[in-house]
C-alpha cells in the first residue's frame, strides 16, 4: 500500500514538497513520478529526479513522457524558437515560459496512478504567492481538478491533491528544505540551461531571491548571479 | 483560427460526434485529436482515425502517445494479462475495462491544444445514458473538468467541454450518424479485435444493439455476432 503519489520535477519546489510528503508519510511508501514533456531542461531535470530518488531510497518511480507538449508548442519552454526572457518578476501579464495547461497533464497522470496502486494522495510543489503566474498554479485550479478527480474515478477513490507550498514564500521553502534535510543540492530550476544555472530567467531569479531572503547559500552552480536577485 | 478540437477515436460515438461538431462549425475549421494509449486495438483505432480524417478533408490533426497509461494499467484495455469479458450489460460495477481516470488526459492534450490554436471548443463523444457506466464518462465529471480548464488556462481563455452524445441512447446515435452522413463504415469500436470485430465484448454488443434498434444494417465485419444483442 503506496500512501502518495509525489509529483517531482526534480527543482527546489518539488523537492521540498517531497520531503514533506515523506515526512506526513511516517514511514509508509511514498512513490515518485516524473514528466517529460520536451522542456529545454528534460533531461537536466530527469538527473536531478533520479539523485532526489535515490537520496530517499524510493523505490516506485514513474517516467512519463507527453512530448505531444512540444508538438503543441505555445511556450518558450517548449518552443526552441521562442526565447526564454531575463526575468522580471514586476510583469502583470502571464509570461510566454507558461506551458498551456501543463499542470493538468502532470495531475492526470498522478491520479490515474494513484488510483491503480491504491495511494490516496497527490503532491504537487506549486507555488502561488512567489511565482511567475501562471494560472495552473492557483490553489483554485488544484481545488478545482480535485473535485473533478473525485468525479472521474471510481467511487469511493477519494484522492487529494496536496499543495504544501502553494502559499509559501520561495525564502520559505528554502527554509523548510532546509529544516527537513531536503537534498537542495541536488535539485535543479533553471528554465534554460542544463550545466550552470543561467542565472537570469525567472526560475533562476525567484529561486536565488529566496535563498538570499533565507540567508542559504544556494549549493547549486551558476553562471552569473544577476544582481537584481 | 480553429472553432474546435475533436477527440476522435475512430469508435462510432466519436465519428458520430466529429460530424455533430463540424456541423456546428458551419464551414468553421475542425481540429481532429486522437490519443494512443497503448490500449489492445491501438493501431486499428488510429487507422479509422485517418480515415475518418481523410473523409472530411480534416488536415488539422494531432495523434498523442500516452503510453504510460499502459505502464500504470489497471484495466483490460492496457494490460494484456487481464481479459476482456464477455458482454454483460447487466452488471452494475464497473468493468475491468476502465481505463483509469484515461478521459481527463485526453482532456487535457485537448484543452492545451485548443488553448494554443485559439478554439474555444472540445468535442468528446462521450455517452452515459447506455454505456458501461465508467465514472470519467459521467457529465458531471465534464462539467467538472471544464471548470478546472477554466481556471487553469490563460483568463478568457473559456473553452467549453462539448458533449453532444452524453445523455443518447446507442441507437440514437446511429440515427443521428446516418443523418448526418458519418463515415460509421470507417469507424472501429471492438475492445478486442482488430480483423474482424469480436461481437462480444460490451463495446460490441452495446454498438450491436445500437444498429439493431435503430434498424441499421453495421457495415463493418464480425467474426460472430453475439445473440444476447
Known amino acids: 500500500m503506496v500512501k502518495a503519489v509525489v509529483l517531482l520535477s526534480g527543482g527546489l519546489d518539488s523537492a521540498v514538497a517531497a520531503a514533506i510528503a515523506l515526512k506526513e508519510a511516517g514511514g509508509m511508501e511514498c512513490a515518485f513520478l516524473?514528466?517529460?514533456?520536451?522542456?529545454?531542461?528534460?533531461?537536466?531535470?530527469?538527473?536531478?529526479?533520479?539523485?532526489?530518488?535515490?537520496?530517499?531510497?524510493v523505490k516506485k518511480r514513474l517516467i512519463a513522457d507527453i512530448s505531444h507538449l512540444k508538438e503543441i508548442g505555445g511556450s518558450a519552454l517548449t518552443?526552441?524558437?521562442?526565447?526564454?526572457?531575463?526575468?522580471?518578476?514586476?510583469?502583470?501579464?502571464?509570461p510566454v515560459t507558461y506551458v498551456p495547461?501543463?499542470?493538468?497533464?502532470?495531475?492526470s497522470i498522478a491520479v490515474s496512478w494513484a488510483e491503480v496502486i491504491g495511494a490516496r494522495e497527490v503532491y504537487i510543489g506549486a507555488v502561488e504567492e512567489d511565482s511567475s503566474g501562471y494560472p495552473d498554479c492557483r490553489e483554485e485550479f488544484f481545488k478545482s481538478f480535485e473535485k473533478a478527480a473525485e468525479l472521474g474515478t471510481r467511487p469511493g477513490t477519494g484522492i487529494r491533491i496536496k499543495t504544501p507550498l502553494i502559499h509559501m514564500r520561495k525564502s520559505a521553502i528554502v527554509k523548510k528544505g532546509v529544516e527537513l534535510g531536503a537534498p537542495l543540492g541536488l535539485t535543479w530550476s533553471?528554465?534554460?540551461?542544463?550545466?550552470?544555472?543561467?542565472?537570469?530567467?525567472d526560475s533562476c531569479l525567484l529561486?536565488?531571491?529566496?535563498?538570499?531572503?533565507?540567508?542559504?547559500?544556494?549549493?547549486?552552480?551558476?553562471?552569473?548571479?544577476?544582481?537584481?536577485?
Chains 1, 2 share one sequence.
Not at 521562442?82 to 502571464?94: G, H, Q, T
Open 101 to 107: 495547461f501543463r499542470n493538468a497533464h502532470l495531475l
Open 207 to 229: 529561486r536565488l531571491r529566496g535563498f538570499r531572503e533565507a540567508g542559504v547559500v544556494d549549493p547549486i552552480p551558476y553562471r552569473k548571479k544577476e544582481a537584481k536577485a
Open 79 to 94: 518552443d526552441e524558437s521562442i526565447e526564454v526572457p531575463e526575468a522580471d518578476l514586476s510583469r502583470k501579464d502571464i
Open 190 to 201: 533553471c528554465y534554460k540551461d542544463s550545466q550552470e544555472a543561467c542565472g537570469q530567467c
Open 34 to 57: 516524473h514528466v517529460n514533456y520536451g522542456q529545454r531542461t528534460e533531461a537536466r531535470e530527469l538527473k536531478a529526479f533520479n539523485a532526489i530518488a535515490d537520496f530517499y531510497g
